[in-house]
């Protein structure tokens, strides 16, 4: 490819195919990006800079190219170019959610040990969701704390609440109570974290990136896509974990080292996690969506057809990740 043609922000792989999205999924929550000092991913962004300015260094192959968008893609965020605090990175997914998931379904028992980690699991999803928001409508920090108590409130209270009633349910079913609780959070964080968004719109354009104008329908398109995704990819592991552990338990070998079973639930969640660009790639092209004109709210189709006619028939957004 000559670099002179070359379009740093079009896609690497085509995204209306399954396997183009896997690729891309995969390629953004790379975990070994999170590794690397910020001097690094500096220095990619400069890259990628350039590039879009059409002063490409001399030397620079397409592949530098390439890798450079990998890393300001995995850890900068797409609205505001600012990078984004690790732990709330795409990139750090796998790390920090196997690790809080299999603490969450090994230490389900007892009440105080439900109240702590669903607690750490409910501030590792507030600040993935807060550094994944659309950056271009803002939060107050009142919002964020309402948001956060909000969620974590729901988490807690489900939590316990089926921890309590489920005393005399099957041992599964009372390991499938975390995944609940999970569900429910992530349908009051996500939209409570990004609840700007759905009160005063999102920006949508033209497929050339040019702004439209703001939408609220659009906004809860997008939250919608979120939860939906974050849901669907917690539930393998999850729901079909607690089963293969619940059989490796009746060994004896299991029984008598406990620090085995966290260990074993903590490594089989990083292959759960591992699989989440596949969960990614069936549920969404990347954290730009599209909406037919038609079904944006009147005031804005209308504006949009009076100044473009037919010739603009979907517009796009940034929903997040």
């Not at 620079?60 to 600012?82: I, W």
Request: with cysteine; glycine share 6%.
């Amino acid at each position: 490819m000559a670099l002179s043609s070359f379009d740093i922000d079009a896609p690497r792989w085509d995204q209306s195919t399954f396997m183009g999205r896997l690729k891309h999924f995969f390629n953004i929550t790379d975990c070994r990006t999170a590794l690397l000092p910020d001097s690094r991913l500096d220095e990619a962004k400069a890259l990628v800079e350039s590039c879009r300015a059409g002063s490409i260094p001399p030397g620079t192959t397409v592949e530098q190219l390439y890798y450079a968008k990998k890393l300001y893609d995995s850890a900068f965020h797409p609205d505001t170019g600012d990078r984004m605090n690790l732990i709330g990175r795409m990139s750090f997914q796998v790390p920090g959610g196997m690790a809080i998931t299999g603490f969450m379904l090994q230490f389900y028992r007892t009440v105080p040990a439900v109240v702590f980690w669903q607690w750490v699991n409910q501030s590792f999803n507030a600040l993935v969701n807060y550094t994944n928001r659309n950056a271009a409508s803002p939060i107050t920090p009142k919002q964020i704390g309402v948001a956060y108590v909000t969620a974590t409130s729901t988490a807690l209270a489900t939590a316990v609440g089926l921890n309590l009633y489920t005393k005399k349910a099957p041992p599964l079913v009372a390991r499938w109570v975390p995944f609940v609780a999970v569900a429910a959070a992530n349908c009051v964080n996500i939209p409570m974290m990004r609840q700007q968004e759905i009160l005063n719109g999102i920006a949508v354009t033209d497929e050339n990136g040019n702004k439209l104008g703001h939408s609220t329908k659009a906004a809860v398109k997008g939250i919608t896509q979120v939860v939906i995704s974050r849901v669907t990819m917690a539930a393998p592991g999850m729901i079909v974990l607690p089963i293969i552990m619940q059989r490796l338990e009746k060994y004896k070998f299991m029984q008598v080292r406990p620090l085995t079973t966290t260990l074993c639930f903590v490594l089989i969640c990083k292959q759960t996690f591992d699989c989440a660009p596949l969960f990614l790639s069936v549920l969404s092209s990347s954290s730009c969506s599209s909406m037919a004109v038609s079904k944006l709210e009147p005031e804005l189709r209308d504006s949009i057809r009076s100044q473009y006619g037919d010739s603009i028939r979907h517009v796009y957004f940034n929903k997040g990740l």
